[in-house]
């Protein structure tokens, strides 16, 4: 019997599990690569560490700033301090000593108007503490300007009398009222009478 059909069946069968081989190379490779694309996109990334939340050092040619936070602002009639309404004040008078003022408001009538009426009438809270020198309070120190630089007489609201002079260590409170346009503007202390040694600003709102 000739030996030839079996020579050729198995060169095909060599063939054939060559081409399976291959294949089954191929799919390997394949299932690898879709598995290292599931990874890249399954959110795990690798992690870098944050960059420091830091603006450098300022210039070398700026001046030192000689005012710190939660300092107090020192007022006097040549060098006067312009605060806001609400701040605290250390006020020198030309006669000596320091007196810690403090202004709020103003309070109006009325607010939440459907309409801004041109003026209302305002009302200013004062504190005073005396420091270790008795100073003369008066209301006729104290007055108020708008933006145009209009001035406004202001008069004692309230029941609350200050002392003519207040007394060292001691403290008083009392309000003052008068008429202004609506907008910006300021109210002035001059514990010398001639000269505001601070002015508070504020803004007149009625809307």
Same mark, same amino acid.
């Given at each position: 019997?000739?030996?030839?059909?079996?020579? @050729?069946? /198995?060169?095909? %069968?060599?063939? !054939?599990?060559? *081409?399976? #081989? $291959? &294949?089954?190379? +191929?799919?390997?490779?394949? =299932?690898?690569?879709?598995?290292?694309?599931?990874?890249?996109?399954?959110?795990?990334?690798?992690?870098?560490?944050?960059?420091?939340?830091?603006?450098?050092?300022?210039?070398?040619?700026?001046?030192?700033?000689?005012? @710190?936070? /939660?300092?107090? %602002?020192?007022? !006097?009639?040549? *060098?006067? #301090? $312009? &605060?806001?309404? +609400?701040?605290?004040?250390? =006020?020198?008078?030309?006669?000596?000593?320091?007196?810690?003022?403090?202004?709020?408001?103003?309070?109006?009538?009325?607010?939440?108007?459907?309409?801004?009426?041109?003026?209302?009438?305002?009302?200013?809270?004062?504190?005073?503490?005396?420091?270790?020198?008795?100073?003369?309070?008066?209301?006729?120190?104290?007055?108020?300007?708008?933006?145009?630089?209009?001035?406004?007489?202001?008069?004692?609201?309230?029941?609350?009398?200050?002392?003519?002079?207040?007394?060292?260590?001691?403290?008083?409170?009392?309000?003052?009222?008068?008429?202004?346009?609506?907008?910006?503007?300021?109210?002035?202390?001059?514990?010398?009478?001639?000269?505001?040694?601070?002015?508070?600003?504020?803004?007149?709102?009625?809307?």
């Amino acid at each position: 019997m000739s030996d030839a059909p079996a020579r @050729r069946y /198995g060169a095909y %069968a060599r063939r !054939t599990c060559g *081409r399976v #081989a $291959l &294949a089954l190379a +191929g799919g390997a490779l394949t =299932v690898a690569a879709l598995g290292g694309c599931g990874s890249a996109g399954s959110g795990h990334t690798a992690t870098h560490p944050a960059a420091p939340q830091t603006y450098g050092s300022l210039p070398s040619w700026l001046p030192p700033d000689p005012v @710190r936070a /939660g300092d107090v %602002a020192v007022g !006097t009639p040549t *060098r006067p #301090a $312009l &605060a806001a309404q +609400g701040d605290t004040v250390d =006020v020198r008078p030309a006669s000596g000593g320091t007196v810690r003022a403090t202004v709020v408001g103003p309070a109006v009538p009325a607010e939440g108007l459907p309409y801004e009426t041109p003026s209302t009438t305002c009302t200013f809270t004062v504190t005073l503490h005396a420091g270790a020198l008795p100073v003369p309070v008066r209301v006729s120190d104290f007055g108020t300007s708008d933006h145009l630089g209009a001035t406004y007489a202001v008069r004692l609201a309230g029941s609350r009398k200050p002392p003519a002079v207040l007394a060292a260590g001691r403290s008083t409170t009392f309000q003052l009222r008068t008429s202004m346009p609506t907008g910006e503007g300021v109210i002035k202390w001059a514990p010398d009478w001639r000269r505001a040694a601070v002015s508070w600003d504020f803004v007149v709102e009625t809307d």
